[in-house]
């Protein structure tokens, strides 16, 4: 990786797993932030879970609008306001057992009190039969605000993130 | 019942801490979760419903009988 990624931090969930991934107090002196997140949602409510992301604590301001592919059909997809914040799919309890999904999400000028922030997210659900997902997600953050926190849940109530799924957070300079 | 919990991670001090959540935020969470399997009924419901159509429409276009506007719109891109 190059030498401009620093890792901020990385966390893994323990035994019974974890409702969510929360990032606080993100340090302003990077330029962008990467968060590399492999998970797998305790829900087996269809066949993969949707992935919410909450920004300084909230899911308001937040539009997405993704183009996905499963293993039968392609398409596009823009939530309702009142579930907007879905970023992207994750693997569930009613896939292969111990398949993780993989998720990449970058946000561009984290820091800035200037402008709205750009997150892109590129995530794909994991197992060995019909049913995953692919996804590239567009989004907007649509506040001038400084990010100082990012997080990551389950978005069907009572999931969690079962043992052994992590997420790291990078910090990116553009120099 | 073990309650819920979720990871916070400081990222100024690396102190890494297991809270649980609080009644407002499984309330939440299950909100959304309303609200999510609401919106996938219904766009599962309108995917089978243009997919119905289109049988339709193919099948009286075979056998050569007036199409409904609904029907049609299926073919016309």
Not at chain 1, 54 to 59: D, L, M, P, R, W
Not at chain 1, 142 to 164: C, D, E, F, K, M
Not at chain 2, 14 to 21: Q, T
Request: proline share 2%; aromatic share 6%.
């Amino acid at each position: 990786m190059a030498n401009t990624h620093t890792l901020i931090y990385s966390s893994t969930a323990g035994s019974g797993g974890t409702s969510s991934f929360d990032f606080t107090s993100i340090p302003s002196t990077y330029t962008d932030l990467l968060l590399k997140i492999s998970i797998r949602s305790s829900s087996s409510v269809g066949t993969y879970d949707p992935v919410k992301i909450k920004i300084n604590g909230s899911a308001t301001n937040i539009t997405v609008r993704d183009i996905y592919a499963t293993g039968s059909s392609v398409g596009s997809e823009a939530p309702g306001s009142t579930d907007a914040n879905i970023i992207s799919y994750s693997s569930n309890s009613a896939n292969t057992s111990n398949a993780f999904g993989s998720l990449e999400i970058y946000i561009s000028n984290y820091a800035s009190t200037s402008y709205a922030k750009s997150i892109s997210a590129d995530g794909v659900s994991e197992t060995n039969g019909a049913g995953a997902i692919l996804t590239l997600t567009s989004s907007l953050w649509n506040s001038t605000s400084a990010i100082n926190a990012v997080n990551i849940g389950p978005y069907l109530g009572g999931s969690t993130w079962a043992q052994y799924s992590t997420a790291s957070l990078y910090g990116i300079k553009n120099s | 019942m073990t309650r819920p919990t979720r990871i916070e991670i400081n990222c100024t001090t690396g102190v890494e801490s297991i809270i649980e959540l609080t009644d407002a935020e499984i309330a939440q969470m299950e909100t959304e979760r309303i609200v999510y399997e609401a919106r996938r009924a219904e766009e599962t419901a309108a995917a089978e419903a243009l997919a119905a159509l289109k049988t339709s429409a193919k099948a009286k276009l075979v056998a050569g009988t007036p199409l409904t506007e609904a029907e049609a719109a299926t073919l016309v891109i």
